[in-house]
């Protein structure tokens, strides 16, 4: 089932129905379990709708359906792609927790596809976000963050990740959690000499 791609948050509500219908089982149209091959489609229209049409909480629950039928059809991938964009409407909602539960999903999804530095980088992103506001969760973030790049990002694309987990905790003076992150960082780069380093910041470890 196709429906108009592009339009309005009014397509977007056609587009969530029909889904609706297809991710259930259904005796009257002779469909005994959820069709997720056109259902998933139609909630990954509904959602692009409804984000350009900033209708961020109906794009949240579409974007979040989307995943979850990515999910049926065994594509942890493009799962964690809908809980990132699911993730970005929550921080224009100012829904900070649920940017690190979201972001926190998409992480274990790209993990289960093997990918660990879009992991790596999806909870540093929810990190960021949350820090100021809930530094403790930033932490826990950064902290998963730092363990997907150990397990297997790459040091390089990794040096931002290490520099905001370190920021992280050096703002709210949990000293010896910066020290231990610069020292991780360390044991990664030495593996990876050609890595850019992350700049020089223990003078601050006071």
């Not at 091959?37 to 509904?46: D, M």
């Not at 530095?117 to 540093?124: F, G, N, T, Y």
């Not at 040096?159 to 610069?182: D, K, P, Y």
């Amino acid at each position: 089932m196709v429906l108009n791609s592009l339009g309005s948050e009014s397509e977007g509500d056609k587009q969530f129905k029909a889904a609706e219908k297809l991710s259930q089982g259904s005796l009257l149209a002779l469909r005994f379990k959820a069709d997720w091959e056109q259902a998933t489609p139609l909630y990954e229209q509904a959602a692009n709708n409804f984000k350009q049409s900033k209708v961020y909480a109906k794009a949240i629950a579409a974007f979040d359906k989307a995943a979850h039928g990515q999910e049926r059809l065994n594509s942890p991938w493009h799962a964690a792609k809908h809980l990132e964009k699911a993730a970005e409407c929550c921080k224009e909602l100012g829904k900070l927790e649920d940017v690190a539960t979201f972001a926190t999903r998409a992480a274990d999804c790209y993990e289960e596809a093997g990918r660990h530095l879009p992991a790596a980088e999806a909870l540093s992103w929810g990190a960021k976000i949350i820090e100021v506001a809930h530094p403790v969760v930033a932490s826990t973030l950064y902290g998963r963050a730092v363990e997907a790049v150990e397990a297997g990002g790459k040091a390089g694309a990794a040096a931002e990740i290490f520099r905001h987990a370190t920021g992280n905790e050096l703002r709210t003076q949990n000293w010896a959690a910066a020290v231990a992150f610069q020292q991780r960082w360390s044991v990664v780069s030495r593996a990876h000499p050609l890595s850019a380093p992350v700049p020089p910041i223990a003078g601050q470890l006071r």
